[in-house]
C-alpha cells in the first residue's frame, strides 16, 4: 500500500502537515507519533497494515512539517489532544480508531476518555493510554517551573536554529535515541529536518554590493567582477519548535485514583502492544520500575474486561519502526476483529 496524499489542514496558527494511504471513504485511523518524532514513524507499519482502512499520520504542532505554535503559546499536553480534535474535524470525522507510539499513545488515550463516542479503537504501542504519574509529584512544580522558564529563555534569545553537517545530526539524534537503528534515524530525519539551500557567491554578492551602493549613494552599475562559484549554505537544522524540550515539561500527569476514573469513560476497545525491551517509566532512571506499567494493564484488564488486551512482543521502543513485522499481524487483527480483540496468538 503506498502513500495517496500529503495534507496540510488549516489551524488558527497555520496548519498541521500529514501523510494518508488508502481511499479517504475506508475506515478512518490516525495515527499519532511519539515525542519529537514525525509523521515517518509510521512509514514502515501501515504499509503491512489492511488495506481496507484510511490511515492518516499526522504531525503534532512544532514537529515534522507541521506550523509551530505562535509566540507565548505553550506546548501543553492537553493542546496536542486539541489537535487531535481539530484534524477529525477538519477530514470531517466522526468516529475513527487511533493508533498511537509512546507519547501519541497518551495524546490518544486522552482524547479517547474525553471525547470516547469518537473512538472505536485505540492501539497503544509501547505506550500508556495516560501520563501515569508515578514519582513525580515532588517535581512537579520544578517541571512547570522549568517549563516556562524555558519558553521565556528560547524567545528572549532569538537564537535561529543550528545547522550541522547530515553526519553529526544523525549521530546526535541517535545519541539521544538509542532504540532507533540508524536506517530508522534517518527516515526520521527525512522529515524532521531542513537541508540548506544552495545558493551563488554571486547572489550574495550582488546583494552585499547593492546594499553598499544605497548607503553611499552609487550606481551599482558601474561595478563588475563579482564571481560566479556556488556556495552551499552549511547543514542541516531541525524543524521542530526549539520550545519543546522534556516530556516531562509538557505532561498531564494523573494520579492512580484519577487515571482508573478516567479509563472509565473509555467507549473504544483497546490493545496495548508492550515491547519487552522498551521504556517503562517517562524517566529513564527509573526504567527498571516495571510495577506502573503492570497496574496499567491490569486496570485497564478490570475495568474494560473484554474490551482490553494487553499482548507483549520481542523488540525495543521502536519496534514498529524497527521490526515492523513483529505488531503488523496483531495490530491488523484487532483493526479488522468485529470484536475488537486480536485473534489468538
Wanted: aromatic share 10%; with cysteine; charged share 20%.
Amino acid at each position: 500500500m503506498g502513500l495517496i496524499s500529503k495534507l496540510k489542514l488549516a489551524v488558527p496558527w497555520g496548519h498541521i502537515a500529514a501523510r494518508a494511504w488508502g481511499s479517504h471513504q475506508a475506515a478512518p485511523v490516525l495515527c499519532l507519533h511519539g515525542w519529537l518524532d514525525n509523521a515517518n514513524s509510521f512509514d514502515r507499519l501501515i504499509p503491512l497494515l489492511p488495506k481496507d482502512f484510511y490511515y492518516v499520520a499526522m504531525d503534532f504542532g512544532g514537529h515534522g512539517l507541521s506550523s509551530h505554535y505562535s509566540p507565548g503559546f505553550p506546548y501543553y499536553h492537553q493542546n496536542f489532544v486539541s489537535e487531535v480534535r481539530r484534524v477529525a474535524a477538519a477530514l470531517k470525522w466522526n468516529r475513527f480508531s487511533i493508533l498511537g507510539h509512546s507519547f501519541g499513545g497518551t495524546v490518544g488515550g486522552m482524547f479517547s476518555c474525553i471525547f470516547p463516542e469518537m473512538v472505536d479503537k485505540l492501539v497503544l504501542l509501547d505506550s500508556s493510554p495516560l501520563a501515569l504519574d508515578t514519582n513525580e509529584v515532588d517535581n512537579l512544580l520544578t517541571c512547570k517551573r522549568r517549563a516556562i522558564e524555558h519558553v521565556l529563555q528560547v524567545e528572549a534569545s532569538r537564537k535561529p536554529a543550528q545547522a550541522v553537517s547530515p553526519e553529526e545530526m544523525l549521530q546526535g539524534f541517535l545519541k539521544n535515541n538509542s532504540h532507533v537503528g540508524e536506517a530508522c534515524g534517518k527516515h526520521l530525519l527525512q522529515r524532521g529536518t531542513t537541508q540548506g539551500a544552495t545558493v551563488s557567491l554571486q547572489q550574495v554578492m550582488t546583494f552585499l554590493l547593492a546594499f553598499w551602493c544605497f548607503l553611499v549613494h552609487k550606481d551599482p552599475s558601474e561595478h563588475f567582477g563579482v564571481p560566479r562559484d556556488e556556495i552551499v549554505m552549511p547543514g542541516v537544522w531541525l524543524n521542530r519548535d526549539q520550545r519543546i524540550t522534556w516530556p516531562e515539561h509538557c505532561f498531564d500527569f494523573v494520579s492512580r485514583e484519577l487515571f482508573v476514573h478516567y479509563i472509565k469513560n473509555l467507549q473504544a476497545h483497546v490493545l496495548l502492544i508492550k515491547a519487552t525491551e522498551g521504556y517503562y517509566a517517562l524517566r529513564r532512571e527509573n526504567d527498571g520500575n516495571r510495577e506502573p506499567m503492570m497496574f496499567v494493564s491490569s486496570s485497564l484488564k478490570s475495568v474494560l474486561k473484554e474490551r482490553f488486551q494487553y499482548v507483549e512482543v520481542p523488540g525495543n521502543h521502536y519496534i514498529h519502526m524497527n521490526q515492523p513485522q513483529q505488531v503488523a499481524g496483531i495490530i491488523s487483527s484487532f483493526l479488522q476483529n468485529k470484536e475488537g480483540t486480536p485473534a489468538p496468538l
